[in-house]
């Protein structure tokens, strides 16, 4: 942690002092911003709901692509402007001096899962109040999801090496967290009301390697940590649980079975980025590509249902044409159901910006849009083949049409994936798992209505 000592004297505020929090990134660092919260409520601290009403600002940084990075320097940036007492943290804040040159006002600058040095900074320049209420704090934490999904982050950082990445550099090797904790927290997590786990790190199928798959306790059974008992913990605790960021090593073919059975949701989140060999040996990815489609395929045999999400990079340098066809045919081939996709960006201190044979950024926009066309056409036929089915579907709030709610099947993950529109549904509430007869679609969402 950098602090800057030539700042002013700490706040000691007459009434309980309040923290903004500004969380920015991907899912896992929003997963930081909830254990940050969780710590300053233990503490007494409350949250300020804006700018105005807090005594200080904490901005959770992302640092990955150089368009995040200017988004976190600019959403610092108006921190400052509109309260004037803010700490920086998460990925950016492992470039301390970048954020300080950018806005030598700041505070404090902490780096990605310094949970102590941040505190200790909130501490610094904020008076902790006396006497904390730890039972302020619900036994499942607090949360920035609505309250009937959560996601459980299982590892921090990453023993591979892709070239267009710089996570490991700001988050180190592979931590994975043991088993029984993680199993303690998503138990929780149930308890509390959660209905829909999302399992995030940075690869899930590496869990555990780390620590030699060490065995731990869980409700008087063995546990290892890995991802195969990580599935069957949670697939023991009755609710949806989506794997996400996994990579396709052979031993996730064991999952499967989990999901024939209902135990596990029926989704994959593989970011697959590529499917070039050459292109995918100059992005450094982990795991043998070869063999895939034909694993994808007998995942498809034993669940079929199985909806598989993928991100995926066009335009890396040295991409041909003929890789990018590669590419369009795998989507097609292995029925990509959902898809992100990026146009290759170069990431400040990334191997890849040193590569050769960057691609120009008309070709890139010309392969983008490509691949968001045949993608759609995927999802259109996975979306028709839904029409006339009935599925289960999670409630996740009211749409904007009388009667209204807006639902997900299992294909699909919360915010980033396709929704179904329930019409006569305005009996139920969010986090309610019905079934649903599907009525209509369109490229990428259903319509539907309760049975
Ligand atoms: S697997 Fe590759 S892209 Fe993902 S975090 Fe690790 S190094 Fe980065």
Not at 52 to 60: K, P
Not at 363 to 389: I, N, T
Request: net charge negative; aromatic share 6%; with cysteine.
């Amino acid at each position: 942690m950098t602090l800057n000592l030539d700042r002013p004297a700490p706040l000691r505020p007459k009434t309980q002092p309040k923290v903004g929090i500004v969380s920015l990134g991907c899912p896992k660092a929003l997963v930081d911003s909830e254990r940050i919260i969780t710590r300053l409520r233990a503490e007494g601290y409350q949250i300020a709901p804006d700018y105005a009403g807090a005594d200080l600002v904490l901005v959770n940084t992302c640092g990955f692509l150089d368009s995040a990075r200017d988004e976190s320097l600019s959403a610092i940036g108006e921190a400052i402007e509109a309260n004037g007492r803010v700490i920086v943290t998460g990925c950016l804040g492992a470039e301390p001096e970048v954020i300080e040159k950018a806005h030598p006002k700041v505070l404090a600058v902490t780096g990605p899962h310094q949970y102590e040095a941040v505190m200790d900074a909130v501490h610094t320049h904020l008076t902790p109040p006396h006497n904390p209420h730890l039972d302020l704090v619900p036994e499942s934490g607090l949360r920035l999801t609505p309250r009937h999904y959560a996601y459980l982050k299982i590892s921090e950082g990453c023993n591979n090496r892709c070239s267009f990445c710089i996570i490991p550099k700001l988050r180190g090797d592979l931590v994975s967290r043991p088993i029984h904790h993680v199993l303690m927290e998503a138990e929780k997590l149930v308890a509390a009301g959660v209905k829909e786990l999302l399992v995030i790190s940075q690869d899930t199928s590496a869990y555990g390697l780390d620590i030699k798959y060490k065995p731990e306790t869980w409700r008087g059974s063995e546990y290892q940590t890995r991802f195969l008992d990580l599935a069957k913990g949670l697939g023991s605790l009755g609710v949806w649980t989506r794997m996400h960021y996994v990579y396709p090593y052979p031993h996730v073919d064991n999952v499967i079975p989990l999901m024939a059975e209902g135990l596990i949701t029926p989704y994959l989140d593989i970011p697959f980025q590529h499917a070039s060999a050459n292109v995918l040996k100059a992005m450094k990815r982990p795991g043998n590509q070869d063999k895939v489609l034909g694993r994808i395929q007998k995942w498809r045999e034993q669940v079929p249902d199985l909806a598989i999400r993928s991100t995926f990079i066009v335009g890396f340098p040295g991409e041909t044409e003929e890789d990018f066809q590669i590419l369009l045919d795998f989507i097609r081939e292995a029925k990509i159901d959902r898809a992100g996709c990026f146009k290759y960006e170069n990431v400040a201190h990334a191997e890849s910006g040193k590569l050769e044979g960057h691609v120009p950024e008309d070709v890139k926009e010309d392969r983008w849009h490509r691949f968001m066309a045949a993608q759609a056409e995927v999802s259109a036929a996975r979306a028709e083949a839904q029409v006339g089915r009935t599925l289960d579907v999670i409630i996740d709030g009211p749409g904007e049409e009388a009667g209204e709610m807006i639902a997900r099947t299992q294909a699909d993950a919360p915010e980033v994936d396709a929704v179904v529109y329930l019409e006569n549904a305005a009996h139920l509430k969010a986090g309610d798992i019905i079934r649903a007869e599907i009525t209509g679609a369109d490229d990428y969402d259903l319509y539907g209505t309760p049975v």
